[in-house]
């Protein structure tokens, strides 16, 4: 497989459960993003690593949270969300912290109910 | 100061029109402008970018024209097709920030056959 892959592609969920999503590159790259993607609002930035490492953390609720076993490997553990977490997941890669754009997988489109 | 401002948000034009979306930035650090277009169901995919030394590029029939002074930078897709029909976002991003990206809230375009 090449590019940014990201499972599951759809996801249903009650508030009280707990999934995790995951998110693999076979680019190479160093860097890792989460992003949420809301309708008719910017892409938010959620969380950032590098070589392994949260270099980031937009204010996100710890309902969420991330984890980087690898530079390969991004996941987003979810646990107690509410329905207003609602949204498209993506989860980005780049190299050097993207000089020169990044490769974003499908996303997750997660619904709390 | 770190924010894109995008518009339209929306936009419908003929097959064979110019669809032209444009976003505004307030921080003169920036110096990097990508812009990503997103298909339903997948995630953004960087179609084309421009660096401020220039005052346009052009790749196919997708041209960002750059206007240092004015804060401004627009996309503008020539003989636009049925298959163009799609979300853009503009991005911007500053190299002693890490080259991370922010985002315009993204304009949907619709082109009629």
């Known amino acids: 497989e090449t590019g940014v892959t990201q499972t599951p592609r759809h996801l249903v969920m009650g508030m009280t459960n707990k999934k995790s999503l995951k998110c693999e590159q076979h680019?190479?790259?160093?860097?890792m993003y989460w992003y949420k993607q809301s309708a008719k609002k910017p892409l938010e930035l959620m969380f950032v690593?590098?070589?392994?490492?949260?270099?980031e953390n937009n204010s996100v609720p710890s309902r969420f949270s991330p984890e980087c076993p690898n530079s390969s490997h991004l996941f987003l553990h979810l646990h107690t969300l509410q329905p207003e977490d609602s949204a498209l997941y993506l989860c980005?890669?780049?190299?050097?912290?993207?000089?020169?754009?990044?490769?974003f997988g499908s996303g997750t489109r997660l619904t709390v109910v | 100061q770190q924010q894109v401002k995008q518009s339209p948000q929306s936009l419908i034009v003929q097959k064979g029109g110019i669809p032209i979306i444009n976003c505004a930035y307030e921080n003169t650090a920036f110096d990097y402008f990508p812009w990503y277009q997103q298909f339903p169901g997948k995630g953004p995919a960087l179609l084309i970018a421009?660096?401020?030394?220039?005052s346009e590029k052009k790749e196919g029939r997708f041209t960002i024209s750059f206007n240092k002074s004015a804060k401004q930078f627009s996309l503008h897709i020539m003989d636009s097709q049925p298959g163009d029909s799609a979300t853009y976002f503009c991005?911007?991003?500053?190299?002693?920030?890490?080259?991370?990206?922010?985002f315009g809230a993204g304009t949907i375009l619709r082109v009629k056959s």
């Open positions: 680019l190479g790259h160093n860097a």
């Open positions: 980005a890669s780049s190299q050097g912290f993207g000089a020169y754009g990044y490769t």
């Open positions: 421009i660096r401020p030394d220039v």
């Open positions: 690593y590098s070589l392994e490492e949260r270099v």
């Open positions: 991005a911007a991003s500053i190299k002693e920030y890490g080259n991370k990206l922010v």
